[in-house]
């Protein structure tokens, strides 16, 4: 049966802690809901209330653009293997990009990446669990290093390119501010 709960438990840190994967929804007042699966070792939990996760490099950059507007957002993590379980948490979040104090403060809590674009930290306000008893059984096989690969081989410099070019607004023309002269 499902509960709702204050804080993120040590159990529930637990479980956060060998997810292989999490879906991070967002949306403005209006235009499009945006739902984000995120993978790699990407996800910290800071404490009962704060989390952290460090945003890479895509095609798109919905998310910032979403939290610049309306800075609820809802993480969910799925039970792949063993108990079922769906978890949760939802929150403000604020978004720091390389540019500010507090990325360079998170981001080393993380493995070095070339395409790291932004840390998103979430106050937990409600954490949610509910059975998950439909969700099927996954077998992991590997990370998928196309991301790092490609981030690695345009290098840091490139990557803001590819930002003014690809990540400076949302589908819906929301600005992202990815870059300093927004």
Sequence with gaps: MGKKLDSITPKLKGFI???KMFFVGTA???GWVNVSPKGMDSFRVIDGNKVVWLNLTGSGNETAAHLLRH???TIMFCA????PLILRLYGTAEIYHPR?????QYV????ENAGARQIIEMDVDLVQTSCGMSV???DFKAERTLLNDWANHKGREEMKVYWRERNMESIDGFETKIVDNQ
């Excluded at 080393?108 to 493995?111: A, D, K, S």
């Design 17 to 19: 802690e060998k997810q």
């Design 28 to 30: 403005a007042n209006e």
């Design 80 to 83: 792949f293997e063993g108990r």
């Design 136 to 138: 099927p059984f996954m």
């Design 108 to 111: 080393t809590l993380f493995e």
């Design 100 to 104: 500010d104090t507090e990325f360079h």
């Design 71 to 73: 800075n609820r957002m």
